[in-house]
């Protein structure tokens, strides 16, 4: 999903869709928060602490599947141009690369960057690499959110954590996200604070304005 965010944020957009559950659920299906079917867009808008008054669009589109070394990977394109493959294994729903608009040539992860694990348990935790060098420890939080956006009121939706601590040129940066998936849509909400010992902690806020299947 991806380039259409800003930098830092565009893995946690794309990474994101779709839910069904509640607490006394064992296990979940990843798929119904991250549905790899295409035709499916959605709209977002994007707030940020540092631009108060401030809002970018955003849209993302599910694209058609396509076939490498027979693993289907479904793609997703921003609002950039840029695309995103995503695929499912064993252990879950992953980004397997991307493609720039420009050269349309595509890029591999060096390894699976997975977005979800699959099946979802309460309390399940797994790592992720951002965009940037280091990794986030992602927890399972709840399957039962009620969650208000621009698009509309959602329940029994799944809030995932994440925390860490990345590299960065200034000195290392607290950062703290949560995101929400909400049944049959995927991402609808998604929150980002970062805190620098050197500069004003900053947060991103991205909503979902609108969905089309």
Known sequence: MLACLPRFATPCLLFALSLSGCASVAAVDSTRYFPLASGLQWRYQVSRTDRPGLFTDLTVASLATELHDGQP???????????????????????????????FELRWEEAR??????????????RRAPAISGELLYTVESLEDTVRVPAGAFRRCLRVRGTGVLPA????????????????????KLRRRERAHTTTPSEMLIELVEFKS
């Open 169 to 188: 040129p200034a000195g290392p940066v607290e950062v703290l996200t949560q995101e929400w998936y909400a049944p049959g849509i995927g991402l609808i």
């Open 73 to 103: 990977l479904q793609i997703r394109r921003g609002s950039s141009g840029r695309e995103y493959l995503f695929g499912r294994d064993d252990w879950g729903i992953y980004r397997a690369g991307w493609r720039e608009a420009a050269d």
């Open 113 to 126: 960057r997975y977005v979800l694990p699959d099946p979802l348990t309460p309390r399940q935790q797994w």
